[in-house]
């Protein structure tokens, strides 16, 4: 018999002190500070009763905050009782009350029925107010409307993974999302390591990236990792290779209900009346966990079906829905699309079905205008992640021609986004299903083999690029015959890799014999014939045979003008490609005007965002720069360099191309201080993008090598050559222009650096293999025959150098011409040479010939023009002839600084040359504070260890020195 006192008025029952039953996983807990202080925010309010209700995707962590947040305030006394109850129907809150009850008058538990305790907590709550109340996993906003309508006081925290409704109830909405990476990486390690145990964390962030960061699969993972005293990576394999499994697996005293494919399955059931619901879920599996845009799913279902089954997946935080697009948790898209013949939502016909929706609806959504249409760009970029997804998952057993098309027209879009590596992914499953599909001897067969080929080229794999293009070059031939046009392409893509691999032996053969084969079979005024002799022309000038090249050049722009009309874009690339032999055959009189037509119709036809016009502004930029137009080639480049990261992106190699570009010009201005950082900034870029061994990153390191050496910074320009160097011999070759070109730095770098010992004999091996290679007339040996003459002379050999000199000036007049700017530099060298040897009878007239000639070639204000000026005062001083040296040290001087600056090197250099005419002029009272100047400048912009710095302290020094000996004797 019970006490009266037992059953007094509710309002008068004080709840004992501490009154708490919060389950464990309070304890288990990372992060989330962002989170607390919400729902701290969120239950302050002053009204008299105050709900918020956490949201979220099943394992999000919800009850895990709310246990953490019950905890903080259990602890500090804020609220008593704290109360949790496990929320899932109307009987289980039901029942958690009654339980609230009894802890509260223990004496009632076994005396009161039921239902009693429960209206006596609800009774106690509704007078009482310093209460907690958590109700977890809460299936719908009604199961506790009841409740919510008796009570007028106190906290009410509800975690649900339902997110609408809750505004009817007046509670405050926090939606939780998964953990940061940190976060994930130390949850992992705090369950893996609980017990002290010395545990390999190798993998553990590539394994909270592939859960996507979701606490209870990180438990579940964790939890396994330790039992079985795995690393993450291993577990990682585990799940890679058996995702059903792994999904389901529990470790020894886990809870079999908390894996990741039951808790959504318990989800999934709640959504059984909206059939298609879990259709569409099984569809969006097959994509990325990117926004998965809206346009997809045209077609699916008919719009309202559609949107029930949007809303419902949103609702239960399945999905998210908003107007970017469906995004999807990628541990449910793994889940989902992982079967398993046990789970109604995820039987394998079902899923299989999936997979082929998910194919068909991203195939009618691939955009209708070409893939190197810009306009197309936006749609295939969203589309994009989409398809690498299904690259990535779909089974290899998936065999359809749809699949094949996807895939194949996704790598082409990605190759002309300069994205090799995962247009390779794309054309390797594409060519795995056609065969399949088609059989090896099928015409798409073939093409696809093609486009894979010229995927590993893009990619700057040519070991596997070539033998690919044979193959299918061979099997081409034997299916279609030697004459059909795909036979005539498949020929010419050989050919191309034959000429990227530098073997022009093997290309320009190759190259005449489809010309001709395609003139025959398609006539001569066919576009692919203007092609095909278009990329004659082009290998006859990396040939160096310019006398070939040009014509032919010429010819083709004359009938694609005729055939195509003046603005096809096909016109636009020839007029390009004729400017661009017309500046390497360095006639920039006739390339930069071209360039400047070829951009202005360029920017008329196609628009000035297209990637044609970016490229024909970019050339036209380093024209400029060829012709020392600096002043508009460094703000063109920049524009450049802007427009192609706002339209192609920061990472596509056109703009890497185009930041290469700039940082030469910075250089060729003179500015290191901004050329060496972009270099830099590039060749990391590249290594990131295009991988460490591809021929574009192995010119950025060369090129970065340079500007350190033009830096007079030899201690990493000489390590940073020879590795370029070794790396250019493994990849390409030791007989590939590259390797010849990066033979030929390093043995700049090492005469820079005074060891001729080393130089010489570099000099000489690439000489013999660019005369064997590229035979004795390319502009290359003749570039290579100059440089050994010149490492002669600085070793004071002019017996050697002097008729090396001549040689290589007499063969660059015969075959670049009398006014090519190379054929003037070689005048020049020998002109400084003869003066070397004390020749000065030989050496003014041909420094006075060859200044008049720049001036007359390339204007008055070329660098070029500028340094012949300045060896010509040389001339004049060593003569002893001050009175026009000085003169025209000064002139020279005055150009300079007007058109370089006054802190360019050349300028510096030009200073100092003056400042020593002054001198040698016995007038020390203008060639000191020359000096003076100077020096404090080059130290400034060059710093103290460059060469130009010491050599005008060393000047400087001697000058002094003579001043003081004059005045002592005196």
């Known amino acids: 018999m019970l006490p009266a006192e037992a059953l007094r008025p509710v309002e008068e029952v004080a709840a004992p002190r501490n009154l708490v039953n919060l389950p464990v996983q309070a304890e288990l807990f990372v992060g989330r500070e962002k989170d607390l202080s919400d729902l701290e925010r969120a239950l302050d309010g002053q009204s008299r009763v105050v709900v918020a209700a956490v949201h979220g995707l099943g394992g999000i962590g919800k009850s895990t905050l709310a246990a953490r947040y019950a905890m903080k305030k259990a602890r500090s006394g804020t609220y008593n009782p704290v109360w949790w109850i496990i929320a899932d129907s109307p009987a289980s809150i039901e029942a958690g009350l009654a339980e609230l009850a009894a802890a509260l008058q223990p004496e009632l538990a076994d005396v009161l029925p039921s239902a009693a305790l429960t209206k006596r907590a609800i009774a106690w709550l509704a007078c009482h107010s310093d209460w907690l109340l958590l109700l977890d996993n809460v299936t719908k906003p009604d199961h506790v409307a009841d409740l919510m309508g008796r009570i007028s006081a106190g906290k009410l925290l509800v975690t649900s993974r339902l997110g609408a409704g809750w505004h009817r109830l007046g509670a405050s909405v926090l939606r939780l999302d998964v953990l940061s990476e940190k976060e994930a990486v130390d949850l992992l390690t705090r369950i893996v390591t609980h017990d002290g145990t010395d545990v390999d964390l190798d993998g553990a962030k590539e394994l909270v990236r592939e859960l996507g960061c979701l606490p209870l699969a990180i438990e579940q993972a964790g939890a396994y990792i330790h039992q079985n005293r795995l690393s993450p990576r291993a577990y990682l394999g585990l799940l890679q290779r058996y995702p059903a499994q792994m999904f389901e697996q529990v470790a020894q005293g886990g809870d079999s209900a908390r894996t990741i ?53 949103s609702a239960y935080n399945m999905i998210n829905n908003d107007r970017s697009g469906i995004t999807v948790h990628r541990l449910v898209q793994a889940v989902t699309r992982t079967p398993d013949p046990a789970d109604p939502h995820r039987r394998p016909e079902d899923i299989r079905h999936a997979l082929h929706q998910a194919i068909t609806l991203i195939s009618a959504a691939l955009p209708s205008t070409p893939y190197n249409d810009p306009t197309s760009w936006p749609r295939w970029r969203t589309l994009v992640p989409h398809i690498a997804a299904l690259v990535a998952h779909a089974p290899a057993d998936t065999e359809t021609v749809d699949l094949a098309r996807l895939f194949n027209e996704s790598g082409l879009f990605l190759i002309g986004q300069g994205d090799a590596r995962r247009a390779i992914d794309c054309f390797e499953r594409a060519l795995d299903v056609i065969e399949k599909v088609r059989g090896h001897d099928h015409p798409d067969t073939l093409t696809s083999r093609n486009n894979l080929a ?86 006859y000038e990396s040939a160096g045979d310019l006398n070939r090249a040009i014509p032919l050049f010429e010819r083709t722009l004359a009938d694609r003008e005729r055939i195509l009309g003046p603005d096809h874009p096909d016109t636009l690339t020839s007029r390009n490609n004729l400017a661009y032999a017309y500046g390497a055959a360095g006639d920039l009189n006739r390339a930069i005007p071209l ?53 192609l992106g920061p990472d596509h190699p056109d703009t890497l191309i185009s930041r290469n570009n700039l940082a030469g010009a910075y250089e060729s201005a003179g500015d290191l201080n901004r050329a060496i950082p972009l270099f830099e900034r590039t060749l990391a870029d590249r290594e990131r993008i295009l991988g460490p061994d591809h021929p574009d990153t192995l010119i950025s390191r060369n090129n970065l090598a340079g500007a350190y050496r033009a830096a007079g910074d030899l201690n990493r320009a000489i390590p940073l050559y020879e590795r370029t160097l070794a790396d250019t011999e493994r990849i390409l070759g030791p007989d590939h222009p590259n390797t010849l070109t990066s033979r030929n730095n390093l043995a700049g770098a090492y005469e820079s650096a005074g060891d001729l010992n080393r130089a010489i004999p570099l000099y000489e091996r690439t000489l013999a293999d660019t005369e064997r290679i590229l035979g004795p007339n390319h502009p290359n040996t003749l570039t290579s025959r100059n440089n050994l003459a010149y490492a002669y002379e600085s070793a004071g050999d002019l017996n050697r150098a002097i008729p090396l000199y001549e040689r290589t000036l007499a ?7 009398p006014d090519h700017p190379d054929t003037l530099t070689s005048r020049n060298n020998l002109a400084y040479a003869y003066g070397a040897a004390g020749d000065l009878n030989r050496a003014i007239p041909l420094y006075e010939r060859t200044l008049a000639d720049t001036e007359r070639i390339l204007g008055p204000d070329h660098p070029d023009t500028l340094a012949s000026r300045n060896n010509l005062a040389y001339a004049y001083g060593a003569a002893g002839d001050l009175n026009r040296a000085i003169p025209l040290y000064e002139r020279t001087l005055a150009d300079r600084e007007r058109i370089l600056g006054p802190d360019h090197p050349d300028t510096l250099a030009s200073r100092n040359n003056l400042a020593y005419a002054y001198g040698a002029a016995g007038d020390l009272n203008r060639a000191i504070p020359l000096y003076e100047r100077t020096l404090a400048d080059a130290e400034r912009v060059l710093g103290d260890g460059h060469p130009i710095t010491e050599t005008v302290r060393s000047n400087l020094r001697a000058v002094k020195d003579d001043a003081s000996g004059g005045s002592s004797q005196g």
């Not at 063969?811 to 011409?817: F, H, K, P, Q, S």
């Open 261 to 313: 494919a039951r808790v959504w399955r318990v989800t999934l059931d709640q959504l059984t009346g909206i059939p298609l619901a879990g259709d569409l879920l099984r569809v969006l599996a097959w994509y990325g966990p990117e926004a998965i845009p809206h346009v997809l799913l045209e077609g699916f279902a008919e719009p309202p079906q559609l949107q029930q089954a949007l809303g419902a997946l």
């Open 595 to 647: 360039y400047e037509r070829t951009l202005a119709d360029t920017e008329r036809i196609l628009g000035p965002d297209h990637p044609d016009t970016l490229t024909s502004r970019n050339n036209l930029a380093g024209a400029y720069e060829s012709a020392g137009d600096l002043n508009r080639a460094i703000p063109l480049f920049e524009r450049t360099l802007a427009d192609r990261e706002r339209i």
């Open 454 to 539: 010229g995927a590993y080229e893009s990619a700057g794999d040519l070991n596997r690029a070539i033998p690919l293009y044979e193959r299918t070059l061979a099997d081409t031939e034997r299916i279609l015959g030697p004459d059909h046009p795909n036979t005539l392409t498949s020929r010419n893509n050989l050919a191309g890799a034959y000429e990227s691999a530098g073997d022009l032996n093997r290309a320009i053969p190759l190259y005449e014999r489809t010309l001709a084969d395609t003139e025959r079979i398609l006539g001569p005024n066919h576009p692919n014939t203007l092609t095909s002799r278009n990329n004659l022309a082009y290998a």
């Open 811 to 817: 063969d660059r007049e015969r075959i670049l011409g």
